[in-house]
């Protein structure tokens, strides 16, 4: 599940593009939060951190509760999942199993942030990477149980990019938070972030350029076309093999010489981890019950459970302009946070309003005014 990196145009601009990957659609809502909301973080036991937005926000997001007729949801309980601030600034959650564990002891008066909440903490309140690392040093994070997910605590970590092309993993294994700077500005999945980057020794001998011919005794072989130089990527979709997979086209795609080309160029990288159903499955009596994300399973009435790209985001870190593709669309529907901020106060639309959606869709969201 999920796959992100960092691609830098010619001019050293900074965009960032992300997958999502589950067995199944959830209620994802597209939320526009205006500068100057009120926010609270609430975990059991300690105090509550309230903070006030001084940026707009545009992200994805997921209900962290179920509604109720005498409480519906409001927008504090819409959990950023991926966003990108009018700064620039950008969150994402991906998975990880093996983020809960003992978590380290916080004294009961200080005021707490759940891991839940930090999309919206980091998106309102920073405008780049270094003020997050600044912030993040001084402010307890724990994680929380989920009700949705059957309470299990947040198997997720995170990583933050500025319009820099700065790059920082927030990351908890087995309960203890690490924080990383990202000098690949790729994130995946498990195992952490650390063993990624040490697995990249093992790809050294990569290079774009094709070796098409070579001599054996007196044979001379030779390529019918050209690509030989991918033959050394990894092939699967786990996590592992995507990491380096994205390291890859990261690095060695053209750069491009307009931010309009940057967008398309990014678009045509991202391609390369767009997942159709069915296309791995996963039995439930072979230990592939809820795959990536733990809480979640397939429903009664299937036999497996196959991962797919639910959507695509795409985010232009310059322009702010942001790009989202369901499953059920390849074209993407653009948003220009600038222009949101007149909206004049939240917007929320259900993410499944852009299938078969292309094109700016800014005016459509920005009249999707919440109750």
């Not at 809480?295 to 302009?321: F, H, M, P, V």
Request: glycine residues 8%; negative net charge.
């Amino acid at each position: 599940m999920c796959t992100s990196l960092v691609y830098l145009d010619a001019a050293n601009r900074a965009y960032f593009g992300r997958t999502l990957e589950l067995t199944s659609d959830l209620p994802y809502q597209l939320v526009f939060f205006p500068a100057g909301l009120p926010f609270s973080s609430h975990l059991e036991g300690h105090a509550p951190l309230e903070y006030t937005s001084v940026y707009g926000v545009l992200a994805v997001t997921m209900p962290g509760r179920m509604p109720t007729a005498e409480a519906p949801l409001g927008y504090p309980d819409l959990k950023v999942l991926e966003g990108m601030n009018d700064q620039g600034l950008t969150f994402s959650l991906l998975s990880y199993p093996t983020a809960g564990g003992a978590t380290s002891k916080v004294d009961a008066t200080q005021a707490v942030l759940s891991a839940s909440d930090l999309g919206s903490w980091a998106l309102g309140q920073f405008a780049t990477v270094a003020e997050v690392k600044d912030a993040l040093a001084s402010q307890p994070v724990l994680l929380e149980a989920l009700t949705l997910l059957g309470g299990v605590e947040s198997p997720f970590h995170y990583v933050v990019h500025d319009a820099s092309g700065a790059s920082f993993v927030i990351e908890f294994n087995k309960g203890v938070m690490t924080t990383y700077d990202n000098p690949v500005g790729v994130m995946t999945n498990g195992p952490e972030f650390s063993w990624h980057l040490t697995n990249l020794d093992n790809y050294t001998f990569l290079t774009n350029v094709d070796k098409s011919s070579g001599t054996f005794g007196s044979y001379q072989a030779s390529q019918p076309d050209s690509g030989i130089a991918t033959a050394g990527l990894p092939a699967s979709n786990t996590s592992v093999g995507r990491f380096v997979r994205a390291a890859y086209y990261a690095h060695y795609t053209e750069k491009a010489d307009s931010p309009d080309l940057a967008v398309m160029t990014l678009a045509h990288v991202m391609n390369n981890f767009d997942r159709p159903r069915g296309v791995t499955i996963d039995y439930p009596t072979e230990g592939g019950g809820h795959l990536e994300v733990a809480g979640l399973s397939q429903s009664e009435d299937e036999t497996y459970a196959t991962e797919y790209t639910c959507w695509t985001n795409l985010s232009d870190l310059d322009r702010k302009r942001f790009y989202l593709r369901t499953y059920r669309s390849l074209n993407y529907a653009s948003f220009d946070l600038p222009a949101l901020a007149q909206a004049g106060g939240v917007c929320v639309m259900p993410v499944t309003h852009l299938d078969g959606l292309s094109g700016d869709a800014t005016e459509t969201l920005k009249t999707a005014k919440a109750a």
